[in-house]
């Protein structure tokens, strides 16, 4: 039998800076490492690039970036697969990423899902483990940190790439794991195109999907003789001083893959220390905490089994509840006058139907949207 461990994204704050540096894997990660120890392969996503000097690039949003002697604590946590098929990777540019992975490779760190060209960043990770194969695939929605031909960054959804590596891999694996970085930041749900392309992954032959990204814990299903999970909350990234709850707990799956390829899992939830108390790193939750937590995640997955219309209606609800925020975002507001539509929503009276409808096609067509962005690249 074969035990994996698979968690989330971590990264280095302010806060636990110090201990990822000194290597101290018993402050950060707590009663949570004999679990991690326990498994014959522990796999984390690293949601910063690892650098020696500050380039950051171009991007919306935040850039993230730490000191390549953060690995000291990951290392000894027992965490050996590190992946890297994510939004942040490239923020620091191809100086930044040629730093992180010569940082993993001088510690033997495993990693997949990025590279110095596209075609080293789609390759699989692939490793023998008492006799059974097992393959990790590595994707990332289009972001900031994508690779292309002749240059540097993270592995891109691509279908068609996904197609032709999955056919040899399902004839050589007992067991592919397909890591995909995305979905809606703060939503414990897929979106519609998700769930469907995540079903398809396993259709082809996966046997399970892992979506992180989404900084909440997510449902999970059970689908076509695979797994798929919609989010496993921050691991080890710190979100204090914010005040949500959801933000300081999430799950570890730990998976057994059996001598007959069959396999079972298990959340192992946890909650960041920083929640009760001026306490960094993560721990288990109780089980008066865990309880509820698990209750939630079984409930809201519940609903997305016997509802086929359960996803397309929460997320329906949710894009008018961003309407405003988004139509902000399209006319070039920054954030401060964002701010003010979102409660007054004055936007609505210069979006009309036709211009509505305009944007809608520019959107929604892949011809017009790749034309739009490759004008606003070239900016």
Known sequence: MVKIIIGGDICATKRDENAFLEGDASLLFDDMLPEIKAADLAIANLETPLISESTPIKKSGAVFGNSPKMLNAIKRSGISFLNLANNHILDHGQKGLKNTLEALKSLEFSYSGAGE???????????????????????????????????????????????????????????????????????????????????????????????????????????????????????????????????????????????????????????????YKDEIGIRKMSKEESQPFLDYINKESQKMIKNPRYIQEEWIKLSKSLENTYFSILNGNGRLMRKLNEKSSWLKSIYKNDRKLVLKNIVTCETHREIVETI???K
């Open 117 to 275: 060209s596209l075609e080293a960043a789609s390759e699989p990770f692939s490793t023998t483990i008492k006799g059974k194969r097992i393959s990790i695939l590595s994707y990332t929605e289009h972001e900031f940190s994508i690779a292309e031909h002749g240059k540097s960054g993270a592995n891109p959804v691509d279908v068609i790439d996904f197609v032709t590596k999955i056919k040899t891999l399902k004839e050589t694996n007992d067991f592919i794991i397909l890591l995909y970085h995305g979905g809606k930041e703060n939503y414990h749900l897929p979106s519609p195109k998700q769930q469907k392309l995540c079903r398809f992954y396993i259709d082809q032959g996966v046997n399970m999907v892992v979506c992180q990204h989404s900084h909440s814990a997510g449902v999970y299903e059970k689908y076509n003789n695979g797994s798929i999970f919609y989010g496993q909350g921050n691991f080890v990234f710190d979100p204090y001083p914010l005040k949500k709850d959801w933000l300081y707990k999430g799950f570890l799956i730990e998976v057994l893959l059996h001598d007959d390829n069959s396999t079972a899992f298990k959340f192992i939830p946890y909650i960041h220390k920083s929640f």
């Open 376 to 378: 606003l690249k070239n």
